[in-house]
């Protein structure tokens, strides 16, 4: 190694160093609004330009590696950076907008994925029909260890696109051929459907807890009802979170009353959140699906209804994330999420040592969920 990369490389630990040493001081400092004065860090980048063998990166990359360095410090795994696609498509989800064909698909104990599509969507629109089994899109053959991030891959595409989606209605049918042009479609963040194993049951899955959820859930209880469901599954399996206000509304539907969660910022008092009123829900016979992807704002409606007794957890411990981050979107539409508080449930342990809320009834295999849950709506 010549004498100018063995710099250059030391110039860099020396950058990463700083950074690390400079990590909380400088996110005071901006969020406090002011310069942060910081001598060092820009002596080692005039020492960079000027000596670094290799061409350094332009902005925004450099500066991107800085904030990553910084964060990287502060050593939270909640505290993250996003560039700006990022956040957009972060935002898009949590506003309930998506481009595509508004579709859902999950793959059944048999092996074959099958099509749910979004009311009014265009999946909807060229004929699509709860259950329909996806066997092709385009040229992409489906089969049963096709890959669900390929399908979405093949699925998803640019605004004004057609996509050509071959399917057919049962084992054995005809296969039917939709041509749809991908738009820009709401994304639910519920979906929902009469069980295919047992027809008393109506399936909400939450998929994210966005604004629109609490209502999104109180029209899936009212259409799976017209339909004959007679119990009533949350399904919030691989469930990552979202807003925190959400959660805690959708929680209080199926509430009449007490509480719902604590919460603290640093510095100042706690903060309750209490059932206002009996929900709209609070009648509905439920069980909770959860698994070790469920967090966050999932683990406040599971939680919140397992501390008040309302409805048992069906499933495996749950993540156990009690943090809340604040969002803030920087000048060029990138932005920086900060874990701020803490929240908890003031009638159970959470988390649990590493685990999060403790499932009433383990289950660990796939099918095994629905066989616990039509076991106990009969006991």
Known sequence: ?????????????????????????????????????????????????????????????????????????????FTTFSEPAQHELQSDSLEGRFGGIG?????????????????????????????????????????????????????????????????????????????????????????????????????????????????????????????GAQFFVLDLRDNGGGLLQAGIDCARLFLTDGVVIQQQFKGEPVLTHEVERPGSLAGLPLVVWVNHSTASAAEICAGALQ??????LIGSPTFGKDAIQLVFELEDGSSIQVTAAKWWFPKLAFPNGENGLQPDLPVSENDGYIAETVRLFEE
């Open 1 to 77: 190694m010549s004498r100018k990369e063995t710099l250059a490389l030391s110039i860099l630990i020396i950058l990463s160093i700083l950074l690390a040493f400079a990590g909380g001081y400088l996110t005071h400092d901006l969020v406090a609004g002011e310069a942060a004065e910081l001598p060092v860090l820009e002596q080692a980048y005039g020492i960079l330009i000027e000596n670094a063998y290799d061409p350094i990166p332009g902005n925004p990359a450099l500066e991107y590696g800085m904030i990553r360095g910084m964060v990287a410090a502060y050593g939270d795994p």
């Open 103 to 227: 579709v859902s698909f999950e793959r059944a104990s048999d092996g074959f994925v099958r099509l749910y599509p979004f009311p009014d969507g265009p999946a909807a629109a060229a004929g699509i029909e709860d259950g329909d089994i996806l066997q092709m899109v385009d040229e992409l053959t489906i089969e049963p260890d096709t890959p669900v991030e390929a399908i979405t891959a093949a699925i998803r595409g640019p605004e004004g696109t057609e996509v050509r989606i071959t399917a057919i209605r049962e084992m054995g049918g005809a296969e039917l051929v939709f041509e749809i042009e991908r738009m820009e479609t709401p994304l639910p963040s519920v979906t929902w459907r009469i069980s295919p194993e047992d027809a008393r049951i109506g399936l909400i899955e939450v998929n994210i807890v966005a604004e629109s959820t609490p209502d999104e859930i109180e029209r899936a209880a009212g259409e799976l009802d017209e339909l």
């Open 307 to 312: 501390a008040h007794g309302r409805a048992p």
